[in-house]
């Protein structure tokens, strides 16, 4: 279920005209977001809560501060941006 918002989102950051640099920092973020899911066996949008994504922002594979603030950039475009995903 996940792709399906992860397909669209990306598609309205085309649209919004992101630069290509943000789409492709953005798909590898998705993309690790995706495997931290996965790792913790969520398999529904709904079951994601608010503990799940401070983890993954800030221990997911031990990112560096850099990684952090893209990871919570991601989470902020794709929760609170335009696109309206969830």
């Known amino acids: 279920m996940l792709h399906r ?3 669209q989102f990306l598609e309205y ?3 919004a005209d992101f ?3 943000s789409i492709q920092a953005l798909t590898i973020r998705l993309n690790e ?15 994601i809560t608010y ?7 800030a221990d997911h594979k031990d990112p560096s501060i850099h990684v952090r603030k893209s ?5 902020t475009v794709f929760y609170n941006g335009k696109g309206k995903y969830f």
């Open 51 to 57: 503990q799940h994504l401070i983890n993954f922002v």
């Open 13 to 15: 950051c085309q649209l």
């Open 19 to 21: 630069s290509v640099r």
């Open 33 to 47: 977001f995706k495997a931290f899911l996965k790792s913790q066996r969520i398999r529904s949008v709904k079951k």
């Open 71 to 75: 990871r919570v950039r991601l989470l």
């Open 5 to 7: 918002y992860t397909n």
